[in-house]
């Protein structure tokens, strides 16, 4: 289970599938945060705006995208496991349990 409530996300405007799984997630780049859709490979980079992504998935071989936020070309992202971590422009989408 993620860090994210699903039902709550997606109201909001994010658009996963029935198996989407979120969880928040800090960019090596520039330490922002973002809601990581495992199910799906998307990027949610934006809390006012769920609906605003970007996909992870990508031709083999490819040059990567840029972050979304800072638009550093060598980025990754970690998982956040507590939810006490979690950034509060990100909190409204956090599951109570």
């Not at 490979?41 to 995208?65: E, I």
Request: a negative charge; charged letters at 25%.
């Amino acid at each position: 289970m993620g860090t994210v409530d699903k039902y709550v996300f997606e109201k909001r405007g994010a658009s996963g599938c029935s198996n989407s799984d979120y969880h928040i997630a800090v960019l090596t780049c520039c330490g922002r945060q973002v809601v990581e859709d495992h199910e799906l490979s998307d990027l949610y980079f934006d809390p006012t705006d769920p609906s605003r992504k970007v996909s992870l998935l990508g031709p083999p071989d490819a040059p990567a995208d840029p972050c979304p936020l800072c638009r550093a070309t060598d980025w990754d992202f970690v998982p956040v496991d507590r939810i006490e971590d979690v950034a509060a422009e990100w909190r409204w989408a956090c599951s109570s349990t």
